[in-house]
């Protein structure tokens, strides 16, 4: 069927205003499917190093439950290591292991413990930074705190 010559005519262009918006529909479905995976990677990062921190809390406390003796010697203020190598009493090597390794696993790690003597339960606190969520290079704070009886 051959249309007549004013009808052809009037299709001019229409075809590409067709592709150019459904190019604007991909481009933004991409973009957005870009920055989703984007926070899934942010997501799986932070769960990974609140994982971290609790493996850490568990070490800690198994290690003053080998020494329940001098639970008190592991009492201390959030910190990172030390300097140089601790290497007596029991409570202050395995604080500084215990904090070199939070050091090493999460960026700026740094780990404490209080313990209450009359009750036995003990609270232990790691705190990390994480980088924020916008494009900036602003630093959050995550805090990870577990209390246990021992």
């Known amino acids: ?14 075809g590409l205003i067709e ?22 990677l942010q997501f799986n990062q932070s769960a990974y190093m609140r ?4 493996v850490f809390a568990y070490d800690i406390l198994d290690r003053m439950r080998v020494n ?15 300097a140089s190598a601790v290497t007596s009493p029991l409570a202050a090597v395995d604080l500084n292991a215990w904090r070199t390794n939070i050091y090493r696993a999460l960026p700026d790690g740094k780990g404490g413990v209080s313990c209450v003597a009359a009750t036995s339960i003990c609270t232990v606190t790691i705190t ?3 980088l924020s969520s916008n494009d900036e290079d602003t ?8 209390s246990a009886r021992l």
């Open 1 to 14: 069927m051959r249309y007549p010559f004013f009808l052809r005519r009037c299709q001019h262009g229409v």
């Open 19 to 40: 592709v150019l918006v459904t190019l604007l529909i991909l481009s933004t479905a991409l973009l957005t499917l870009g920055t989703m995976q984007n926070r899934s």
């Open 51 to 54: 994982s971290q921190a609790n």
């Open 68 to 82: 329940l003796r001098n639970i008190a010697s592991y009492h201390s203020a959030l910190a990172g290591p030390a």
């Open 128 to 130: 990390w930074k994480e």
């Open 139 to 146: 630093e959050n704070v995550s805090e990870f705190t577990y």
